[in-house]
């Protein structure tokens, strides 16, 4: 099923701006949110983030959002950027309205 | 003092493990190839993917203590039983030794959570009447590794008789933490071996440790000798080790100097080997680091497989498992090992029994969050330690941020003014020093890093190049941070035990601060963190200052209390003093300043301010009479006059708690820098620093100006 274009965004930007929230909130991150741009890597030249920052923003993600990303280090991997998380999350959703 | 590089040895054990209550079960289960990893029980283990544990059944404490309703009580009876053990084993259970004399260093990671750490260590003191210093080291899993060496410290002239030792309790808490790090193992323990991960355990050691010729002179046989031990820090990162294995590299290589051994002597390694998978290689690159192409000729083992990672009691537990087996030219296993992890020691002794192997001296290793390593020689019987001169200790830089800001001039300024009371100003940490990255630094990390980074400036001190590895830092504090606390508790609380914050439990170690400022600052020397109550910043001042005395391989330390306000535990201090030490006449005095030492010091039990005094006079050689200033906080009036023939009332006297709002551990750690103040400015010729007291250690100090 086709999601429509519009719900589509607004489902994003609620996204973005709670996980901008988890990186300032949980991760210490000092930015405001508007600073925080969807594509900036969130490792070393972007947010700076590390390993262990990483298992807090995977861990607070699944209890905001109730999806399970842990199941192994390829899903870890693949969240390079905010974008990357926020992808993950819809397609995580998208998965279980399909199942 | 006569007693100075004494040879150590121990002769007395106890331990209570998830093997066993005693060291009997602990001997029989490395012979007949045991562990003591089981399901959990005492909390459910269902939001976790793992449940295993290295605990101990419940059962076999209620036969030894009736009830235990706590974590707390938990701790305190897995020590008390061990220290018990220790002690009878020792000949040491009765009372006809001189109480003031014996010290107890108590090493544990999170302690019992509940209280404050240092309770533990000044609860067991009362309960077996000790009356020397009590003092708990807690550097997370390397805690009792670092106490023992700390206890062959205070056998220099401080007590007879040290017991050291250390206990943790598996509690929820640990286990959601590393849960939530992803280290623990879905299987039983296989150090070196497959699957990768660990297996939490808990329980207590205690040795007791005399000097040779005492225990000698009262026939106790001696187990075997404490011949060295070794500190480093990795600078790196809060919970993984440094990849280069330089970090352990360095504790061996200080704890072999320390022992006056050469490399190729070290028969055996007892290694952290917890079992991850960043731990195990880092190690085996750190052991190839020192041995060279040896490494692979020596036994390597881990006895996690059998004890779990009994956190903060690994060290000693595992200290002990060699001992054991020591006298009989045997060494234990590494259990579970089954099939070869790449980059892991050549001959990890995979066996279910301890193998036979000549050796006269082993090293045993403990890793712990925060980047603290510590190392342990021990060898069969005791050989001379290296007879080396003491080298006096000069105060370079000093740093102090507290109630009158971040500027030392205004310090001496608040000090002096009877009606000085402001709180601690705003301040923005990369402000103080801009290479630093301030994300996720709670109050206490900022006070500290700030005040050693103020230090470092005020001494001139530039640590770049080989002085980075041998520079280290000492913290006295005595409480974790109440931001980080509240992070942690309040992630269990909202997100529930299974997603408890990774990133919040890597700083709810006591060393948690020490991490952070030893990796901002690049301070790759030996590190520490103590508690003892007030009094705790003095106390690293003075540990910072034995470890300059001993370790040639030591340019600079430095020491630090520091405080964060805790109002729901009661505790207001807020601030932090920073010291730096280095032998005198290393480094050049910045002009226009007197050269200040310190001259003695003294570290006794907490209701024995006449023998810290003594002590610090002894070491300094100098007559109360020409001192003109006391600084601290030490109020027995008594012993002050006795010592100064005079009334208290007309020696004069100042003290930093306005400046920091209480006396804890900041307290006594600013009042030395006050007293450092006015003996580089020529205003005083000898300033005596008192802290500490109740409920666990009095300590002294003596500053001086100093000629070469």
Redesign the interface.
């Known amino acids: 099923m086709e999601i429509p274009l519009e719900s589509y965004t607004q489902r994003r930007e609620e996204l973005l701006s709670r996980v901008r929230k988890i990186l300032i909130d949980?991760?210490?991150?000092?930015r405001a949110p508007d600073e925080i741009d969807p594509d900036t890597s969130l490792f070393l030249s972007g947010l700076?983030l590390?390993?262990?920052?990483m298992?807090?923003l995977v861990?607070?993600c699944?209890?905001e959002f109730g999806v399970r990303i842990r199941s192994g280090t390829a899903g870890r991997a693949r969240l390079r950027t905010l974008n990357n998380v926020v992808d993950f999350v819809i397609s995580e959703e998208e998965k279980s309205r399909g199942a | 003092m006569s007693s100075r590089n004494a040879e150590v040895v121990v002769t007395g054990a106890g331990a209570v493990s998830a093997i066993g209550i005693g060291c009997g079960p602990l001997l029989s289960s490395l012979d007949e190839g045991r562990d003591g990893i089981r399901p959990i029980t005492r909390f459910s283990t269902h939001p976790f993917s793992v449940n295993l544990g290295a605990t101990v059944p419940d059962d076999w404490l209620r036969g030894l203590s009736p009830q235990y309703s706590s974590d707390s009580d938990l701790c305190f009876d897995f020590a008390r039983i061990a220290l018990t053990e220790a002690l009878w084993q020792a000949g040491l259970e009765g009372d006809g030794r001189d109480q003031f004399k014996t010290a107890l260093v108590v090493g544990t990671s999170l302690g019992d959570l509940k209280n404050q750490h240092h309770r533990l260590a000044s609860r067991l003191a009362g309960h077996f009447g000790f009356k020397g210093p009590a003092i708990t080291i807690s550097t997370a899993c390397s805690s009792s590794n670092n106490a023992i060496g700390l206890a062959r410290d205070l056998l220099d002239g401080f007590a007879d008789v040290v017991v050291a030792g250390g206990a943790d309790v598996l509690s929820l808490e640990a286990f959601a933490g590393f849960h939530a790090l992803g280290v623990l193992s879905p299987a039983k323990c296989a150090p070196f071996s497959r699957p990768a991960g660990t297996t939490l355990g808990e329980g207590a050691g205690f040795l007791v440790l005399e000097r040779a010729a005492d225990a000698a002179c009262r026939g106790a046989p001696p187990l075997a000798a404490v011949s060295g031990y070794g500190l480093s820090a990795d600078a790196f990162h809060e919970t993984s080790p440094d990849p280069s294995g330089g970090g352990v590299a360095r504790a061996i290589q200080m704890a072999i100097l320390d022992a006056g051994l050469a490399p190729g002597e070290i028969g055996y390694v007892n290694a952290h080997g917890s079992g991850t998978a960043n731990n195990d290689a880092v190690e085996w690159l750190a052991l190839q680091r020192v041995f060279g192409a040896g490494a692979g000729g020596i036994p390597v083992s881990s006895s996690k497989g059998h004890l779990g990672h009994c956190q903060g009691a690994a060290g000693v537990l595992e200290a002990l498992c060699v001992l054991l087996l020591m006298p009989r030219q045997s060494v234990p296993p590494t259990l579970h090992h089954r099939g070869v992890r790449p980059r892991c020691p050549e001959d990890p002794v995979a066996s279910d029994r301890p193998r036979p192997h000549p050796y006269r001296h082993a090293a045993c290793l403990n890793s712990g969050f925060g980047g603290a390593n510590a190392a342990l020689i021990l060898s069969t019987s005791s050989s001379p330690r290296p007879v080396r001169a003491a080298r006096p200790v000069e105060i370079m830089g000093l740093g102090a941020v507290a109630g009158h800001g971040l500027n030392l001039s205004e310090l001496g300024k608040a000090i002096e003014d009877p009606e000085f009371d402001q709180p601690m100003p705003a301040y923005e940490i990369d402000r103080v020093i801009p290479n630093v990255d301030p994300r996720g630094l709670d109050p206490a990390t900022r006070h500290l890093i700030a005040a050693a980074a103020l230090a470092l400036g005020d001494a001139g001190i530039a640590v770049r190049g080989p002085l980075k590895e041998r520079a280290g830092l000492v913290i006295g504090t005595t409480r974790l941070s109440s931001q980080s606390a509240g992070e942690f508790y309040r992630s269990i609380a909202e997100r529930g035990p299974g997603s408890c914050s990774p990133l919040a439990f890597a700083r709810i170690t006591l060393n948690a601060p020490a991490g952070s400022c030893s990796k901002a600052l690049m301070l790759k020397g030996p590190t520490s963190t103590l508690t003892s109550g007030p009094g705790s910043g003095l106390g690293a001042v003075l540990y910072a200052a034995t470890m300059i005395a001993n370790w040639e391989s030591v340019d600079l330390v430095l020491a630090a209390g520091v405080d964060e306000a805790d109002s729901s535990a009661g505790g207001l201090t807020e601030g932090a003093g920073c010291i730096a030490l280095a032998p005198a006449g290393k480094f050049p005095v910045p002009p226009g300043r007197e050269r200040a030492v310190l001259a003695g010091f003294g570290i006794a039990g907490p209701e024995d301010l006449s023998a810290a005094l003594g002590q610090a006079f002894a070491m300094a050689g100098i007559l109360p009479d020409s001192v003109d200033l006391i600084f601290g906080s030490a109020d027995d009036k008594s012993v002050l006059e006795h010592f100064f023939g005079r009334p208290s009332q007309k020696l004069p006297r100042l003290s930093c708690r306005k400046l920091c709002r209480g006396d804890e551990a900041a307290t006594s750690a600013l009042d030395f820098i006050a007293a450092a103040l006015v003996i580089r400015s020529g205003e005083s010729r000898a300033a005596l620093v008192v802290g500490g007291g109740r409920p666990c250690a009095t300590y002294a100090a003596i500053l001086t100006g100093w000629r070469s």
């Open positions: 949980r991760l210490h991150v000092r700076g590390d390993s262990v920052d298992v807090e861990i607070a699944e209890a």
